[in-house]
């Protein structure tokens, strides 16, 4: 190994995985919080607004497909920093767009590049960190995900009334730039230069038959793309529209819709810790089952309230359930998946699941526009009825560590 290259270790490989999942939530909610400014230059229909995020999502469908095997093939460290150039660019060239088209294929395109840091990070974390502590080490990369959107909750309302929303794509940059150097010059796992070796060559047809190699595998993958749909759809339903009708509808400002959003993301933070420790002691089927019932309840219940202050409270209540089942997705795919196909499983079941939840903003605007605001919320909570039906029928009920954790070692 050059000099010049420096060892994974377990606390670098978190930092890797937390920053570069931080630059994810951080772009998509500055998207959120932008859409009304970009709406108004642009002449942008809400359907039209809706889709700028739909696509991102999508677009982070295919890179994650495409970057999850080229992880499995050429390295860790080395597509995640692939992913961030890719971002970086297509996010500077937003601030130059021109109209709708245009803005279209630049947030696509930068959706690829963040397609692949979920995945990519979790199975990086998977091939460093005991198998013993793997949920709660899936956890805190769920947790950089809140980071950015807590920090875009924040900066945006000070900065998007000064620079404008093209200037604010331009500091969705410096995540981007500081996640590229944090990783760069790291060596890969020790685990998946070994099982590289034997597996690494494998094409990208037969990575993802693997998925679907047989029955029990084919239910699993299944269920866990189910559970990832769900949470997605749940998550960005909620998160990208809630800023606009709590300014429209209730009259909110920009900054007390950032509160409520901090006070929200509070709660989710507080959920995925939560989920990592109870994943760590008891069976995590159970933990999930807890979570999607909370989901179901307190987001039919919060379609209710009308009162501010009911709003933040419930509303952290809410993101506990709502987004603490993100601590554990990680965690299941890497328990139920070998290493040389871990991070396709990550990238594929996980975007797969987050392409379909990116509907979940046009279906919340076309619930709004048609019927209500409560309308949208009643959809949202019913799609957990289908999370526990995936869960109960499709998920392995016990964690699984796949043999090859235990014949190549975890480092610990």
């Not at 189910?226 to 509808?249: D, E, H, R, T």
Request: net charge neutral.
């Amino acid at each position: 190994m050059s000099s010049s290259v420096k060892k994974l270790t377990p606390a670098k490989a978190m930092v890797a995985a937390i920053s570069g999942y931080a630059m994810d939530g951080f772009d998509l909610l500055i998207l959120g919080f932008m859409l009304t400014a970009i709406s108004t230059d642009l002449n942008l229909d809400p359907s039209q607004a809706g889709s700028l995020v739909t696509w991102t999502l999508i677009g982070s469908v295919i890179g994650g497909i495409i970057f999850g095997h080229l992880s499995d093939r050429f390295g860790r460290v080395r597509m995640l920093s692939m992913t961030i150039l890719m971002f970086a660019v297509f996010t500077g060239l937003c601030s130059i767009a021109q109209g709708y088209y245009d803005l279209l294929i630049y947030r696509t395109l930068a959706g690829m590049g963040l397609g692949g840091e979920f995945g990519i990070g979790m199975a990086m974390i998977a091939e460093v960190w005991p198998a013993t502590k793997r949920n709660r080490a899936s956890a805190y990369v769920g947790i950089g995900w809140q980071l950015g959107v807590l920090a875009a909750a924040y900066i945006t309302p000070f900065l998007l009334n000064i620079i404008g929303w093209r200037g604010m794509f331009l500091v969705g940059l410096f995540p981007a730039i500081a996640s590229y150097f944090i990783r760069h010059d790291t060596s890969e796992p020790a685990q998946f230069t070994q099982e590289n070796i034997i597996q690494g060559q494998l094409s990208f047809i037969a990575r993802l038959q693997l998925l679907v190699r047989d029955r029990q595998t084919t239910k699993t993958s299944l269920g866990i793309f189910i559970l990832c749909a769900v949470q997605n759809f749940g998550y960005y339903g909620l998160m990208i529209w809630m800023p606009s009708y709590l300014a429209k509808k209730l009259g909110f400002s920009l900054t007390a819709s950032g509160n409520w959003t901090a006070v929200t993301v509070i709660g989710m933070i507080i959920g995925i810790l939560l989920f990592g420790y109870l994943a760590d002691h008891f069976a995590r089927w159970k933990i999930f089952l807890i979570y999607q019932f909370g989901a179901f309840i307190m987001v039919a219940q919060y379609a209710q309230l009308e009162d501010p202050t009911a709003l933040l409270i419930c509303g952290a209540i809410m993101g506990l359930f709502v987004n603490g089942m993100i601590g554990g997705y990680g965690a299941l795919i890497s328990d139920n998946f070998p290493p040389h196909v871990r991070a396709t499983a990550q990238n594929v079941l996980f975007n797969l699941g987050r392409g379909v939840g990116g509907l979940g903003p046009l279906a919340i605007g076309f619930c709004v526009k048609e019927w209500s605001f409560y309308a949208a919320l009643c959809l949202l909570a019913s799609i957990y009825l289908l999370d526990i039906i995936a869960t109960l029928w499709l998920i392995p009920k016990q964690n699984h560590i796949p043999p090859e954790d235990d014949n190549l070692g975890v480092i610990g």
